[in-house]
């Protein structure tokens, strides 16, 4: 399977915005739920988002609940996702991840590909 590609990361300043995307150039993209997850400098890797294949539901850590939005473009095979209010806490790599099924999980080994990540730094 090919690996998805994020982008979008960047520095920003406490309180600020930035949004990630990721394509999935897979031929049956629109079947499988996306997710994205962080990982923080000595942290293990967790959940922040998911939706499911139609993109009718969706999930969030209660760390960025109200601040980020996970949305999808079957037609274009991207998931972006939305960080609004942005804090230090939030500094991680952001990985975007293909789904085993179309349903919604937060655990990362129903998930796989993963992407190679992209860097996100909040400033305080």
């Known amino acids: 399977q090919e690996q998805p590609v994020e982008s979008g990361g960047g520095l920003v300043q406490a309180g600020g915005s930035l949004r990630l995307s990721c394509t999935a150039s897979k031929v049956a993209f629109s079947i499988f739920a996306m997710a994205w997850f962080r990982q923080a400098p000595g942290k293990e890797r967790e959940f922040v988002a998911a939706i499911t294949r139609s993109g009718t539901n969706t999930a969030y850590a209660d760390s960025v609940k109200g601040r980020f939005a996970i949305s999808r473009d079957n037609a274009k095979r991207m998931v972006d996702l939305q960080m609004n209010s942005l804090t230090p806490e939030d500094t991680a790599v952001y990985y975007c991840?293909?789904?085993?099924?179309?349903?919604?999980?937060?655990?990362?080994?129903?998930?796989?590909?993963w992407g190679r990540g992209t860097q996100v730094t909040v400033s305080s």
């Open positions: 991840a293909v789904g085993r099924g179309g349903l919604i999980t937060q655990n990362s080994r129903d998930f796989a590909p």
